[in-house]
T-cell receptor, first 114, second 117 residues
């Protein structure tokens, strides 16, 4: 059974710092990995999607990497801003019993202090 | 382009009552799904659909029914609400490529916060 872990559960950094969020998964047979952002009381917003054949994806100040063999992904946020404060979740896409499935981590709550 | 719209935003039910959570998307997405999000449990898939007339169970389907009569709408029915169904419910949709392999980004609604007393 695929399990997705995100450590730490919470992270507090000063504004301007570069930071890395971690995601690990137990089964390397994945089709893709997505990083989402969730603001309080809101739904999830997809930030980056990495297909299994890719090593990384970039969008603005965000860079996500994928290492299937080690079961790890990182989300790098450059020059963090208070507006980056949110919970960040990763999810791996798999096929289970012929059905597509996303398995989510429980998230890392990021606070960027002015 | 409103994306994924969920109604209502909040709902309080008594044990045993039934209700329908509405979900509509205007992106012509084939794939639609329902998740519940609980503290310490993360997001769990309830039901999903890969097109009109096709539905399937997810990880936690008991106590919930779905139907997909149109591409746009995917309502979630609680048949007889229980306190264990107190949660935040999210509807999500995405494109469903013909090759049925490559995923596309999942688009979420803003959720329905349900309390069952």
């Amino acid at each position: 059974k695929q399990e997705v872990t995100q450590i730490p559960a919470a992270l507090s950094v000063p504004e301007g710092e570069n930071l890395v969020l971690n995601c690990s998964f137990t089964d390397s047979a994945i089709y893709n990995l997505q990083w989402f952002r969730q603001d309080p009381g809101k739904g999830l917003t997809s930030l980056l999607l990495i297909q299994s054949s890719q090593r990384e994806q970039t969008s603005g100040r965000l860079n996500a990497s994928l290492d299937k063999s080690s079961g790890r992904s990182t989300l790098y946020i450059a020059a963090s801003q208070p507006g980056d404060s949110a919970t960040y979740l990763c999810a791996v896409g798999t096929l289970q019993g012929g059905s597509e499935k996303l398995v989510f981590g429980k998230g890392t709550k990021l606070t960027v202090n002015p | 382009n409103a994306g994924v719209t969920q109604t209502p935003k909040f709902q309080v039910l008594k044990t045993g009552q039934s209700m329908t959570l509405q979900c509509a998307q205007d992106m012509n997405h084939e794939y639609m799904s329902w998740y519940r999000q609980d503290p310490g449990m993360g997001l769990r898939l309830i039901h999903y659909s890969v097109g009109a007339g096709i539905t399937d169970q997810g990880e936690v389907p008991n106590g919930y029914n779905v139907s997909r009569s149109t591409t746009e709408d995917f309502p979630l029915r609680l048949l007889s609400a229980a306190p264990s169904q107190t949660s935040v419910y999210f509807c999500a949709s995405r494109e469903f490529p013909l090759n049925r392999v490559l995923f596309s980004p999942l688009h979420f609604g803003n959720g329905t916060r349900l309390t069952v007393t």
